[in-house]
């Protein structure tokens, strides 16, 4: 039994680091995070996050030998966005697109937003 729940707290951490990677926009921590995960993705049978996963972390792990210019602005946390002034608040930029499309889709939605010249400039 303790074994089992071993195994449940290992995830958890790791799940818990790659959190903390995108919401302090630390990018060698994202890029160990999303290591440590790869074989839960195999162990879960999610065939389609496991096989593009692996392809995403060779590709980050290779970003400073062939694109150093991004992987320093990587290193700037610039892999993130940042929404607000208030620390660990990061966000991944797909959950930020996420949201703003949310903020458009609100009150007339897009074709209010673009009828009315106040709406365009909230």
């Not at 790659?18 to 790869?38: A, D, E």
């Not at 060779?58 to 970003?63: G, P």
């Amino acid at each position: 039994m303790f074994k089992f729940w071993f195994i449940v707290l290992q995830l958890q951490l790791t799940i818990l680091m790659f959190v903390r990677s995108t919401r302090t926009g630390n990018f060698p921590l994202y890029v160990q995070s999303l290591t440590k995960l790869v074989p839960w993705y195999f162990a879960l049978d999610h065939f389609h996050y496991a096989r593009w996963i692996s392809v995403h972390v060779r590709d980050m792990a290779t970003l400073p030998q062939l694109h150093p210019s991004i992987y320093a602005e990587f290193l700037k946390r610039h892999f993130t966005a940042k929404k607000t002034g208030h620390t660990f608040s990061r966000l991944a930029i797909d959950q930020a697109h996420e949201q703003n499309n949310a903020v458009v889709k609100d009150d007339g939605g897009a074709v209010g937003l673009t009828e009315s010249p106040a709406a365009l400039q909230r």
